[in-house]
């Protein structure tokens, strides 16, 4: 069995009048990201994992912010095009864990629908996507709110 792990990380800032958009939901929100593209964050961190898990380099190789043929594109078309190159390397995921880091916006209510969205563009289920949220205790730039974070981290298995 040919098991690859992929850390991804991102982060964008926050600024009022800006749209939130976090998992492929539109939060709704007083700040949202300031971004080439729809500044999903967790989408963002989530491509980097499979990217990286595959050795495809990260989403700024692949999209890269200087291109404005991505300008406001939607992540969820980024995160379905990132794994559509995963499944031509022959991987399909096993699993994805990932943690957002924001002071606000409460998020748990949210959790299950962004599960949801990133299970069906990975062709998954949402028992494999783990999604969970946390302050930083009003420290660093997320807990000044500043900006938002996401590690996530994918275990993809090579199928033959």
């Not at 300031?34 to 964050?41: K, P, R």
């Not at 692949?62 to 995963?86: G, Q, R």
């Not at 783990?130 to 302050?135: G, L, Q, S």
Request: proline share 2%; hydrophobic share 45%; glycine share 8%.
């Amino acid at each position: 069995m040919n098991l690859r792990i992929g850390l991804g990380y991102d982060v964008h800032q926050l600024a009022e009048g800006e749209e939130l958009w976090l998992g492929g939901i539109l939060i709704p929100h007083e700040k949202g990201t300031i971004a080439h593209s729809d500044g999903d964050v967790l989408l963002h961190a989530v491509c980097d994992a499979l990217l990286g898990a595959a050795g495809l380099r990260d989403i700024g190789y692949h999209f890269p912010d200087t291109e404005m043929a991505f300008k406001n594109m939607d992540s969820k078309k980024i995160l379905a095009s990132v794994y559509k190159k995963i499944r031509e390397k022959g991987f399909i995921l096993v699993n994805l864990d990932a943690t957002i880091s924001a002071q606000r916006p409460k998020l748990k209510d949210w959790i299950p629908a962004m599960e949801n969205v990133i299970a069906d563009i990975l062709d998954s289920s949402e028992k494999f996507i783990n999604i969970k949220a946390t302050t930083t205790e009003k420290l660093g730039f997320e807990g000044r709110e500043e900006g938002i974070s996401v590690q996530a981290i994918v275990l993809i298995q090579k199928v033959e």
